[in-house]
């Protein structure tokens, strides 16, 4: 077998029942992992407990909450317990292991220095009810960070307290149906392109409106003649999402918010994909009216496994007015959180509060920290690389996988990839499952829907050449294998502990609850014996 100088090697095809024909690489420690009900016995335990007194309990009622039948748990002993779950870690596929081709979207790296100053005690300890008095840091703090946003995307001001980035669109919507309120005018619509983010029409619909498509042209951008001509009197805004989930800069943006505008609606620009112009492309200057910054994403801490998120929303002049409560509003050399509507350039008739308490201040401490690293010419590199790494991804594989979009020219921070040309059936969900053979945690898959089995490949500024190189040759050796047919492909993955599911059965009857196995009756296999448990 040959080995490539980034030094990854193809593993070894399975054969046509799914059963590797040749073990590559040391595996022997990645066992099947039971579950704790088949490590340990709910007839034993681990812990040694004192046994209770008889009598009554030593609280009203108490006797009644008594339990009357064993507990059931597992009984497992402190070394069983530490290696299950460290054994279940090491089938988790992380940041720290290798290149995570989601990329922004949920896998940016986050240097250390950022958690470490999220757990600070003035930071990490605080409570949501402190008296300001006592929190003046960390108002400050949230302050600052407002401050670099409105300053590198040139709106000015912000809303700090969204938890995310769905959540930050609907605080856009809110501003404009209140901004558009306020002048006595009632429109139902909001245009969405189909190039993007899917939470769009989603929050459209949340907030009310009545969500009509704008197709993508030919080359992956906002179709504008198509645009212009629907817009009118009932329209009251466009969703749009700048570079698109294409991977492709909206060139036509600032004649996107001219028409918008002349038409008497507002623009609302999905800032997920931020990552790439940051420090290079101020939003204001393209007409937008308000988009929603993912801290998340372009200033680290990725929020893969569900949280923690946070989504600020940077206002135009016009929305400015509208924005939600509460507020932060320096007052001499003190930060006060403004908790009630009040006569002001920008805040002077807030919609009214999305959230019980400020904002996310883990999310915000690691911002901070980010920002303060890189500085500004940095942000503008984190772009450049990001820029960078997704095109050397896009013109390396071009000639092996379909790239829709190459020929528009150079991609953002994420290239766009399709199954056309696969053979005997293959799609992009069986070079998915190949990738995890190889090593890698698979790439968006299916989206955005204006790709057929689309594979958006994101993978930020912080991967090495040497990196991407071994990515690159992983994925060059299944498509070639996809392209000429090889239907070994459709038993991947074949090296992963879990082996593929049916996903449409796991999703519509998925099994939550552990039951121990019915004994065999006599002259019957057990449940192991016979295949299964």
């Not at 046509?16 to 709910?42: H, K, S, Y």
């Not at 990490?124 to 960070?145: F, K, M, R, S, Y």
């Not at 069986?430 to 698979?442: S, T």
């Not at 047919?485 to 502990?497: N, Q």
Request: charged fraction near 20%.
């Amino acid at each position: 077998m040959t080995v490539n100088p980034s030094g990854w090697r193809p593993s070894t095809p399975a054969n046509a029942q799914g059963e590797a024909t040749t073990v590559t690489g040391n595996r022997a420690l990645m066992l099947e992992e039971p579950l704790l009900f088949e490590i340990g016995d709910a007839e034993t335990t681990g812990v040694d407990f004192d046994r209770p007194s008889p009598g009554p309990s030593r609280w009203a009622g108490g006797e009644q909450l008594a339990r009357t039948s064993p507990l059931g748990l597992a009984g497992l002993s402190e070394p069983e317990a530490v290696r299950h779950y460290t054994r279940l870690s090491r089938q988790n596929y992380a940041i720290d292991l290798g290149l995570f081709p989601l990329g922004s979207c949920t896998m940016k790296h986050n240097p250390r220095l950022n958690e470490k100053v999220a757990r600070l005690p003035g930071f990490a300890d605080i409570h949501p009810l402190q008296p300001t008095d006592t929190v003046q840091g960390a108002l400050e703090l949230i302050d600052l960070v407002g401050h670099w946003l409105t300053t590198l995307t040139g709106m000015p001001a912000v809303a700090m307290s969204p938890k995310a980035g769905a959540h930050g669109e609907l605080c856009g919507l809110l501003c404009i149906r209140a901004a558009l309120e306020a002048r006595g005018d009632a429109r139902q619509v909001v245009l969405v392109p189909e190039s993007a983010h899917g939470t769009n029409p989603a929050t459209a619909a949340f907030a009310g409106y009545r969500v009509e498509d704008i197709p993508a042209n030919a080359a992956g951008r906002v179709d504008l003649d198509a645009l212009k001509a629907r817009l009118g009197p009932d329209v009251a805004a466009v969703m749009i999402t700048n570079p698109n989930t294409c991977g492709l800069f909206e060139p036509d943006m600032k004649a996107i918010s001219d028409a918008v505008h002349a038409a008497g609606a507002l623009v609302y620009c999905d800032g997920a994909n931020f990552n790439a112009i940051v420090g290079k492309v101020r939003p204001g200057d393209l007409g937008i009216d308000a988009m929603h910054i993912n801290l998340h994403k372009t200033f680290s801490t990725p929020h893969g496994g569900g949280g923690p998120g946070s989504g600020p929303v940077v206002l135009s002049k016009a929305l400015a007015p509208f924005a939600p409560l509460p507020f932060i509003e320096k007052r001499g050399d003190r930060f006060e959180l403004v908790e009630e509507e009040t006569a002001g350039e920008h805040h002077g008739r807030s919609f009214g509060r999305m959230v019980a308490f400020h904002g996310q201040m883990g999310m915000f401490t690691r911002a901070a920290a980010y920002m303060l690293s890189h500085g500004a010419d940095g942000l503008a590199q984190v772009a450049e690389d990001a820029v960078l790494n997704a095109n050397y991804v896009l013109r390396a594989l071009e000639d092996v996988l379909d790239a829709p979009f190459a020929s528009s020219g150079p991609c953002m921070h994420e290239a766009i990839f399709s199954d056309k040309g696969f053979s005997n059936g293959l799609s992009t969900i069986d070079l998915a499952k190949a990738l995890i053979d190889e090593g890698f945690h698979p790439m968006t898959m299916y989206f955005p829907l204006v790709v057929h089995g689309a594979m958006l490949v994101e993978p930020t500024e912080t991967e090495s050449r040497a990196a991407l190189d071994q990515f690159i040759a992983a994925m060059r050796s299944i498509a070639e294998r996809a392209r000429a047919g090889d239907e070994t492909l459709k038993a991947a993955p074949v090296h992963a502990p879990r082996r593929r599911l049916d996903e449409t059965l796991a999703a519509r009857k998925p099994v939550l609850t552990w039951r121990a196995p019915a004994p065999a009756a006599a002259g019957e296999p057990s449940p192991s014996e016979a295949g299964g448990r």
